[in-house]
């Protein structure tokens, strides 16, 4: 990675793009793949499509979502405690003691999920933390104080957490899902442009809004795209970690590569393109099975109106859906090399169906 990759990266992930508030991170994604494609369109919502050749009948997109986990502000007490409800699937049992940033029209509220202390509870009758108790303090005496400070019901909550490195290997922080697909994305354009590479068909690299509370940006998106193929990254849970059960989840490790995925949703016949090209061009990858829906935008682009031949790579990733979200360099590096040499092999008009 060098340094301007490394410069964005620390940009994207450290900024707070919460379900439904994600312009601010939009905006920087934009700015960084701006000197790398044609043509770029944002939708009504703010999902952000970066378009090299625009005029291209056969249309192809590289898809990540940009929107992070994160709670609103959804009682205030006459005291001046704030209780929430999650945006997305947020972490009730991490919450407490955890710092966060209110966002309101005034700027950055700080603030803290409150816990009573170790010594007043009765290790017997403990409560765990749950929607119904957990709580955030902002330093305010009252209601009144704290709507003087510009917070509200309906004010978006973020965790404070910044990406760091582990031991080398590692990049730690909040928010990696998923925005470190947003990230792997952008370097697919960034690294074609340096490149030189002229692709014959249209590339639409597109950073979805809203996936954490139903894929509905990429549904919006793959509506108006229309695409005849897309490959979407996401997370996957690494379950060599504590507490996974493998028969249940399956033995995904991070360091072992880009995990293609095997369900429903994804086309036969684009995956199989994909497994060739990782091996010819000996990219260690793993495979995962789902039994329904990928629950990934995936899910989203292969429904889409007529349907469409829709393929998922995922990077394995530690503590999903904590501050502390996991992933392993090499598997960052060899996701973006995939996802760029499947694109370099595809001919435009590819046919994806089963039967002819």
Known sequence: MDKK??????????????????????????????????????????????????????????????????????????????????NGGSDHQIAPSMRVNIHTDKGIVKGVFGWPAIHVRDAGKEEI??????????????????????????????????????????????ALDNRMGGFMIAEVARRLSENKK?????????????????????????????PDLAICTDVTHDTGSPMYNKKESGNLKCGSGPVVCYGPAVQNNVLKMIIEVAQKKKIPFQRQAVSRSTGTDTDSFAYSAEGVASALISLPLKYMHTTVETVHKEDVENVIELIY?????LKPGHDFRYIK
């Not at 040499?341 to 092999?345: A, D, G, I, K, S």
Request: glycine share 8%; charged share 20%.
């Open 5 to 86: 990759s490394k410069q964005f990266l620390y940009q994207y992930l450290n900024n707070a793009s919460p379900t439904g508030f994600e312009s601010s991170g939009q905006q920087i994604w934009l700015d960084y793949i701006r000197p790398y494609i044609n043509d770029h369109m944002v939708d009504v919502y703010g999902t952000a499509v970066g378009i090299v050749n625009p005029k291209a009948s056969y249309k192809v997109v590289i898809e990540a979502h940009a929107d992070e986990i994160s709670w609103f502000v959804n009682y205030i007490t006459e005291e001046g405690y704030i209780y929430v409800r999650r």
């Open 129 to 174: 933390p749950s929607l119904k108790n957990i709580f955030i303090d902002i330093g305010a005496e009252s209601k009144k104080e704290v709507e003087a400070m510009g917070v509200h019901v309906g004010c978006v909550i973020t965790f404070i957490d910044e990406l760091m490195e582990m031991n080398k290997n590692y990049l730690t922080g909040r």
């Open 198 to 226: 002229k692709l014959p068909f249209g590339l639409y690299i597109v950073n979805s809004v809203q996936e954490e509370i139903g894929l509905r940006g990429a549904e919006m998106i793959s509506r108006r795209i229309k």
């Open 341 to 345: 040499e499947v694109l370099l092999q």
